[in-house]
């Protein structure tokens, strides 16, 4: 269990967005008090519409920004295939109708 866990592989892609939390504790005499806040980095995502935070340690934000900007990434790519990919069924179902004199 133990050898699984550790081998457990890094996410490929993650959706939503790394963010860094400011929050103060409360303590009255601790620094956050004098205006410098504790900070955290959160992954930020969405769930039927709802935002959701998962608060990260610092050793697992490398891993966590990579698969998100490896979404990301792929997204983009996508989205500018099915853009090409859009133009050219336009163009090619007009030049059909005006040949077809439709
Ligand atoms: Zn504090």
């Known amino acids: ?52 935070m998962l608060t990260l340690r610092p050793e697992e934000v490398d891993e966590v920004a990579r698969a998100v900007a490896r979404y990301r990434k792929s997204v983009n790519d996508l989205a500018a295939e099915a853009q090409v990919e859009l133009d050219e069924l336009v163009a090619r179902v007009r030049a059909n109708r005006a040949r077809d004199g439709e």
């Open 1 to 52: 269990m133990i050898s699984r866990l550790a081998k457990r592989k890094a996410p490929r892609v993650l959706p939503g967005s790394l963010i860094t939390l400011r929050r103060k504790c409360g303590k009255a005499n601790c620094r956050c008090a004098a205006g410098d806040p504790h900070e955290s980095s959160a992954l930020s995502y969405s769930v039927a519409g709802r935002t959701k």
